[in-house]
């Protein structure tokens, strides 16, 4: 139980340091907005949304690749031991 509080307490803790640099984009972002010039939100929106993609999909087709070769090898072991 006294492992799952401290866990606790440090994603809390990180969180805060997270919350303020989001806070300085998002002033940023606002004082653009409110000038008129809805371009960079939207640039920088599209590059949030990028660089959240690009390391779930690498995951992704990583895992789909370690599936599909471990299936390919099971495949293999078990055509071996039944011909043998």
Known sequence: MKR???ITI??????????AQCAMCRSTLENNYSNGNPGI???INTG???L?????????ILGYLWYKSSK?????????????
């Open 72 to 84: 390919d090898a099971r495949n293999k072991l078990s055509g071996s031991t039944a011909a043998g």
């Open 10 to 19: 440090a994603l809390l803790a990180s969180l805060s340091n997270s919350w």
């Open 52 to 60: 959240l993609v690009l390391p779930y999909s690498a995951v992704m």
């Open 41 to 43: 939100a939207a640039g």
């Open 4 to 6: 799952i509080a401290v």
């Open 48 to 50: 949030i949304l990028y």
